[in-house]
């Protein structure tokens, strides 16, 4: 089985499909988690965005896992644990550039599928209903308006200290700038998939999201 959620930043996409693949007791893949991680990799190598033949070659060397530690996933870039660094307002500002770039989605993609290959999942992702699982069993398109989605990610922000209260206007900039990144570029650009149900979690609390998807995949189950 495979859910996918895709959706722009900061609409709840991750929250919920940590609590959906509890509560069906399938894999979560934050797919997003990994091209943050390709940018830190590439700013750490000071590897410069345009020059493909480094990016190939850093990416052929690489090596990216998930690992459940303490009931949390961690993310693990040639064995040191990014987790938290990938959620930096650098990484946010650049990420855009590198998941634009034709090769990494290619290698992104691939190993997407890999991971999901045996296994129940759920991935959340900007072109995982259009791109990556086309024939997904399951699809989601999230959305929130833009206040309630810039004031969830100042929170997540002020929490590590990478913001002051006060920045919201900054953060709401970075989410439109970077969705408008994200939707506009060439290579599997941020989409609804026509047959993806859209969920507006603008004023749903995360338990009333979770249980709306798992109420549609349960429902959907049973008619299967
Ligand atoms: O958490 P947030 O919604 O802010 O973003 P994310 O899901 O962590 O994704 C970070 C960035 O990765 C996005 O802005 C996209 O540029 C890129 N991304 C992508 O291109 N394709 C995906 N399937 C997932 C993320």
Known sequence: MIVAIDGPAASGKST?????????????????????????????????????????????????????????????????????????????????????????????????REMAKDTDCILEGRDIGTVVFPNADYKFFMTANDRSRAERRLADLVSVGDKKVSELDAVLDELRVR????????HSPLQRADDAIIIDTTHLAIDEVVNKIVNIVNHKRTLI
Do not use: C, P, W
């Open 16 to 112: 919920a499909a940590i609590g959906v693949a509890k509560a069906l007791n399938i894999t979560h893949l934050d797919t997003g988690a990994m091209y943050r991680a390709i940018t830190f990799g590439l700013i750490k190598n000071q590897i410069n965005f345009k020059d493909v033949k480094a990016i190939k070659a850093y990416l052929s060397n690489l090596e990216l896992k998930f690992s459940i530690k303490e009931k949390n996933t961690a993310l693990i870039l040639d064995n040191t644990d990014i987790t938290e660094k990938i959620r930096s307002s650098k990484i946010n500002q650049n990420v855009s550039e590198v998941s634009a770039i034709k090769i990494v989605r290619e290698f992104m993609v691939k190993i997407q």
């Open 179 to 186: 969705d408008l990144k994200d939707s506009t570029r060439l």
